[in-house]
Structure formats: C-alpha cells, structure tokens
C-alpha cells in the first residue's frame, strides 16, 4: 500500500479573517530554521519506518509559497532519501496568487512538484477585499498563465461561496471566469464562520451578515450543474475534476482528481510534518505542538529522547490508538464524501469483515428512506461479483452533516 505526505507551512504575509488554519503572520524570520526542523522530523520518522512506497506529496498551509525554491528542493530532497517515491508521484503545493513569481515558479517546478493549487476564492474585488485577500483576480489570471509557462499542468483553483451579502449572480461570474481559466480540478467550499476567527466574532456581535443557507444551497446546485456542463466531474462532496478518458463507471475517479486528497476520503494512511499537523498512520490519529516557536525547540533542541513509535515524533502532542469502532466510523464519514464512488459493501466487508447492513442496519436504512443515501450496484464487479454501493443523493450532498452524524 502506498503511503502520502502532507507537510504544513503554517506561515502567512496576513492572516485572513475567515480563517481558522494553524497559520502565523509576521514570523517570516523563523522559515530558516523551521524548513531545519520540518528536515529533522522527516528523518526522525524515516528511521523508524519499514520501506515504504509515497505517491503523493502535499505542502499545505498557510502559505508555503513563501518558501525558497532551494528550501522546498531540501525538503524534497530529505523525503526521497528517506522514503520511495513512485515513478508517478504526484507532489502538490499550496500557493497565494499574490506570492509567486516566474523564477519561482519554474524552479520548484524543476524541483519536482508538479501540481499546484492556487487560493483563489472569488473573482470580484468587493468580496476579495471582504475575505481579506492580498490579491485581485487580475493577479490570478496572471498567475495560471504563469504556472503554464512554468510547466504545471495539473492545476487547482480554490473558490469559497455563501459569503455574506454574496448574490447568486456574483458566484456565477466567478465560476464563468474560473472555467475560462480551463484549470484541471476546482475546489468550493461553503463560507463557515468560525469561533475564535474575527468573522465569527464579527457575526456573533451582529457586525457580519450571517451568510443565507438557502441562497449557499442555490449557489451549490449551481456550481454542480455548470461545471458538470463544461466537462468536470462532481467527484467529492466540495471537488470537481477533469478526466482525460471518457467517464463511465461509479467506481473510478476523474484522471485529475487530488489523488492527496483522496488518500484521506479512503481513509487511508498518510504522515504529517509540521506544526499542527495531523497524521493518520499505523493505527495512530495523531498531531503536532502548534506554535512555530514550540515545533522548532521539540525538534531540533530536544529536552529528551523517548522512544516514539512509528509514526510519532518528537514533536507530537497528542495520539490516539484507534479502535475498530473509529475506524469503521471515520471509513463512513470520509467515504460517502466521495460522490460518484460513495461505499460499497464489498471494499467495507473486505476491510472489516463485516457488511454495512450488519454494522449499520439502521442508520442506513433510515438514510435511504429520508433521501439521503441511494443504493447502486457496482458497474465493475470484482472477482466476478457485483456488490451494493451506497451514495449521497442530491439532497443528501446539501445536508452531509446529517448524514455523517448517523456514524459518530
């Protein structure tokens, strides 16, 4: 089974307002010795890892194009010494359109990454000065070019709607001018205020419209609607994807779909380094200190060496051994996020030799009756065997949260 990486970049020019990440502004005098740490942690865990084989590699954040293409070519470079890259490996970055720059871009290009994801979020200026973006959508248009130029060929660009005071026709003509763009994956997600973020506070005092749910609901059945239209595949609850191959079975995935991401919605394994980071490997939910400062001492001033086991670090903060029960769990939650695949009992029963209906019978069942979940049979049976799939209706992608509270 191959393995996936994610590596956080906790830091930022400005912390924007909606944002609840583990992400700094103003400590950009630390990237040195963080990319010395992050170096540290990789090989710490390397050392207590069996071979392993990595097909994917994602540098989130904050902003990791703050980064030097030399320090991001380090940090490459400590990964493939320390584990297997497949031939194929799909290496991904995080990117504000406001921080990059032809030589920048062609470098880590050269380095080896070869799919970036830019934050985007809307295409008109208000709401873009509302999120609190350093950038316009000129610089984005300007960017892709750029990244084109640079040799990306698999690119992303992440939109954000449900915004307050947003229209129906504002979020249309960002989606128009996104599709224009032709990027190979788009990501949208709904605006959620969150405690502790100056949004959630400036709506808790009734300084910030509250975002209007049905209008979001109106916004989301659009974006499936057109992007559908113009050739991107509805693949994940929030993620639409182009396929080089014609699209005819529930039980592949669109060629340019974030195979990162879908390393998580399988529920399964993949390390996490950096600070706040979370990881899910050898039976272990687990994360990183938070604060810059923390993470760097932990690793590279180390009060101790206590052995840790695979995948633990001296920087982790907090573990969980999972039971069977959290793994069945978080296997549905994660699951059924994936749209046109959703869960088939087979893969369920192969993996937890038990079936669906005799974990959760009722669940299911009152899902299917209220709409919510549907019931398919696998277009490419396996062994010769076809099996149950089990899918998000419609309705059931506007309302997922109710449905993933059936198997908490």
């Known amino acids: ?53 990595v097909h994917t590699v994602f540098f989130g954040g904050g902003t990791p194009s703050l980064l030097s293409a030399l320090q991001f070519d380090s940090i490459l470079k400590a990964l493939s010494s320390t584990f297997t890259f497949t031939a194929d490996a799909e290496i991904s970055i995080e990117a504000n359109p406001g921080t990059i720059s032809p030589e920048k871009l062609s470098a880590i290009r050269k380095s080896g990454i070869n ?43 992440d939109l954000i709607y449900g915004l307050p005071e947003q229209t129906l026709a504002s979020w249309q003509t960002t989606l128009h001018r996104i ?39 109106e916004m989301y059945e659009y974006a499936e609607e057109f992007l559908e239209t113009n050739g991107y595949v509805h693949y994940e609850i929030s993620n639409w994807a182009k396929d080089k191959n014609q699209y005819s079975t529930i039980s592949t995935q669109p060629s340019y779909a974030c195979r990162h991401n879908l390393q998580y919605w399988r529920s399964l394994p993949y390390l996490a380094f950096g600070a706040g980071a979370h990881g899910y490997a050898n039976g272990y939910r687990y994360s990183n200190a938070l604060r810059i400062k923390t993470y760097i001492e932990r690793l590279l001033h180390p009060s101790s060496f206590i052995s840790h086991p695979f995948p633990l670090s001296l920087a982790t903060v907090n573990q969980h051994k999972q039971t069977l029960q959290d793994d069945m769990s978080e296997y549905m939650l994660n699951n059924l996020r994936l749209t046109n695949v959703g869960v088939a009992d087979s893969d369920f029963r192969l993996r937890f030799g038990s079936g669906l ?41 506007l309302l997922g949260n109710q449905v993933f509270m059936r198997f908490v």
């Open 115 to 157: 799919r970036i994801s830019f934050g985007v979020q809307s295409a008109n200026t208000e709401e873009l000065r509302m999120l609190e973006r350093i950038h316009d959508f000129f610089t984005v248009i300007e960017a892709v070019s750029t990244a084109r130029k640079a040799g990306f060929d698999n690119l992303n660009l």
């Open 1 to 53: 089974m191959s393995l996936s990486i994610y590596l956080h970049i906790p830091f930022c020019k400005h912390r924007c307002a909606y944002c609840d990440f583990n992400t700094y502004a103003g400590q950009e005098d630390s990237i040195p010795a963080y990319v010395n740490a992050l170096i540290r942690e990789i090989e710490f865990v390397g050392s207590r890892a069996k071979q392993m084989n």
């Open 179 to 217: 599709v224009d763009l032709h990027p190979e994956h788009i990501s949208a997600y709904a605006l959620t205020l969150e405690h502790g973020t100056p949004f959630g506070r400036w709506s808790s005092k009734g300084l910030l419209p509250l975002p209007d749910p049905d209008l979001a609901a």
């Open 357 to 397: 209906l005799d974990v959760y019978p009722k669940e299911i069942e009152e899902l299917v009756k209220n709409g919510l979940l549907e019931i398919k049979t696998s277009e490419a049976p396996k062994n010769g065997e076809t099996s149950e799939v089990y899918r998000l209706t419609k309705r059931g992608r």
